[in-house]
């Protein structure tokens, strides 16, 4: 079971996700919270596997609770609920060491599917979110594009092999499978690579990958 706790001022927006959520039996809402002081206490008491952050929040947001979380339960992971009007936030929390990015307009599968991914140590980026942050970081498409394709130059075959699966959201677990190799072996493609080029999580990892054109959706 995989035990959600989900922060977001406005509660109908709590509500639908809720529901969403719901309709998997293998999630579980734990405990929901109207702010990131709240989302961070409920956090210590339930200690949940995913929390669900909105952005924008009163006293905290999200970006302020996602830095407190990381403290409270570092082995949660943190995953942003955001709208087409918030990519400065999205850019800020690139950084801030969440494991994903969700539209709260999204595809409802793409709720249940990012909180599995993360749950088993995957990055999760919509790809509608995805194309907004390559539209906002700066530069040409094409350009950023060339430069993402120069820094993966120096990686192995098997080293791009495994970005691009980092990009398409699977976890260690998968991607060994996909692979036939040992997920360890996995993990260590993944620090090898975030070290040679870098970065700092597998968020950023994943941008790079869309960037450089290894994720189709991109």
Do not use: W
Request: a negative charge.
């Amino acid at each position: 079971m995989i035990r959600v706790l989900l922060a977001d001022d406005e509660a109908m927006i709590r509500a639908g996700v809720r529901a969403i959520l719901a309709s998997d039996p293998g999630i579980e809402v734990v405990a929901e919270a109207g702010d990131g002081h709240e989302a961070v206490e409920l956090a210590r008491v339930h200690r949940p596997d995913v929390v669900l952050l909105d952005i924008r929040m009163p006293r905290l947001d999200g970006l302020g609770a996602a830095e407190e979380l990381r403290r409270a339960v570092p082995d949660a992971a943190l995953v942003m609920l955001t709208t087409f009007s918030e990519d400065a936030y999205i850019e800020r929390a690139l950084g801030s060491g969440v494991s994903g990015f969700l539209l709260k307009s999204g595809d409802p599968r793409e709720l249940i599917a990012g909180v599995r991914a993360v749950a088993e140590g995957a990055a999760f980026l919509s790809p509608a979110v995805a194309r907004r942050v390559l539209d906002t970081l700066g530069g040409g498409r094409f350009s950023r594009a060339a430069e993402a394709r120069a820094r993966l130059e120096p990686l192995t075959g098997r080293e791009r092999e495994v970005v691009a699966l980092v990009g398409a959201g699977l976890s260690n677990q998968e991607i060994a499978g996909r692979l036939y190799v040992v997920e360890g072996t996995v993990k260590a493609h993944v620090s090898a690579v975030l070290g040679r080029i870098g970065l700092r999580n597998r968020v950023q990892l994943a941008i790079l990958a869309y960037e450089a054109g290894l994720v189709p959706d991109a």
